[in-house]
């Protein structure tokens, strides 16, 4: 049976209904991560829980050490990840309160520690990212989602900034013109670290606003938190249909 792992984004710092068995310490080649990984049951499976921003919510997408997260992970057992982030919505069909689970992603970001194959090596390691979110993954995610008759996007652009800053309306029109469908700032480089470690990965992404420029009224963090709480029942619920299904 897989062991299915969990990164917590904004608004899932823990995850209600987790029945902790161990709290895991992990030391890593690249530092700590971001809190202790959680293990225990959910909804009757093995799962590994990780708070990406830490417990509370305290370290900054920029700041964030994902290299230690995923080797972390790798260590303690994952067999496969669902990351899940809140996300800006950029595209027509993205409006607050909807889940997406993206196809794609691009990546804005800077200055943030990419790969673990950059020391000591014995050869240039180049892992094929043309579909950067696992098949399988995003399949059982849509069709939890299909059965909570929530709404959602089986597709999406997801496009990954710095932060923590959130963007200019000229940024999120430039994305558009890119193709971007929604706006996070964790999706990477957490996604193409999972692939060189072999981790099936995919992203249940919750729209909490409509991205900059998008919108009359300005982006607040309580107009954020709000969707948010709105949302988290919905995601335990899909969480525990994607986890049912192995």
């Known amino acids: 049976m897989t062991v299915h792992a969990i990164i917590g984004g904004t608004g899932l710092t823990q995850l209600?209904?987790?029945?902790?068995?161990?709290?895991?310490?992990l030391?890593?080649?690249?530092?700590?991560?971001?809190?202790a990984i959680l293990r225990g049951e959910y909804a009757g499976r093995t799962v590994l829980f990780l708070a990406r921003h830490?417990?509370?919510?305290?370290?900054?997408?920029?700041?964030?050490?994902?290299?230690?997260?995923?080797w972390a992970l790798k260590q303690a057992g994952a067999q496969a990840i669902v990351a899940v982030n809140a996300v800006g919505?950029?595209?027509?069909?993205?409006?607050?309160?909807?889940?997406?689970v993206p196809r794609q992603i691009i990546d804005y970001t800077y200055g943030r520690a990419q790969t673990f194959?950059?020391?000591?090596?014995?050869?240039?390691t180049h892992i094929d990212f043309t579909e950067p979110y696992d098949a399988g993954l995003r399949a059982m995610l849509i069709?939890?989602?299909?059965?909570?008759?929530?709404?959602?996007?089986?597709?999406?652009?997801?496009?990954?900034?710095?932060?923590?800053?959130?963007?200019t309306a000229a940024e999120i029109q430039r994305m558009e013109r890119d193709g971007c469908d929604v706006v996070g700032m964790t999706g990477m480089p957490e996604a193409a670290l999972a692939r060189e470690l072999a981790l099936p990965y995919a992203c249940l992404a919750l729209v909490v606003n409509p991205a900059a420029g998008?919108?009359?009224?300005?982006?607040?963090?309580?107009?954020?938190?709000?969707?948010?709480?709105?949302?988290?029942?919905?995601?335990?619920?899909?969480?525990?249909?994607?986890?049912?299904?192995?």
């Open 117 to 124: 194959f950059e020391d000591e090596l014995q050869q240039v």
């Open 143 to 167: 069709a939890a989602l299909r059965s909570e008759r929530v709404g959602f996007s089986d597709y999406g652009v997801y496009g990954c900034t710095q932060g923590p800053r959130l963007e």
């Open 89 to 100: 919505g950029i595209a027509q069909g993205m409006p607050a309160g909807h889940f997406c």
């Open 54 to 70: 830490g417990q509370p919510h305290r370290i900054a997408p920029h700041q964030v050490n994902y290299r230690a997260n995923l």
């Open 27 to 35: 030391q890593t080649p690249y530092g700590s991560p971001s809190a």
């Open 214 to 246: 998008k919108s009359s009224a300005p982006i607040t963090m309580e107009g954020i938190e709000r969707v948010l709480e709105q949302g988290m029942g919905s995601i335990r619920s899909v969480l525990a249909r994607v986890l049912a299904i192995n």
């Open 16 to 25: 209600d209904g987790l029945h902790i068995e161990t709290e895991l310490s």
